[in-house]
């Protein structure tokens, strides 16, 4: 199950991270048991689990818009 079913990717063939991330917490934080179907709720979170991993693992280069 894709998290981002967005139309628009960046030149590497992904959405830009920020979107990414925005979209990963959203999917989180509507994440619920699902009573009918609990094995469904196990592999959704650890969908986002990896998600979340491959994030972590690549990071995205700071920008002269985004540096402090």
Known sequence: M????LDWH???GQPPADDRLRAL???IRNL???WQNPERFYARRDELSA???RLAASPPAL???NRR
Do not use: C, F, Y
């Open 2 to 5: 894709k998290i981002l079913p």
């Open 10 to 12: 960046g030149a590497n």
């Open 25 to 27: 917490a959203r999917a």
């Open 32 to 34: 619920s048991p699902d």
């Open 51 to 53: 998600e979340a991993r």
């Open 63 to 65: 920008s002269s818009t």
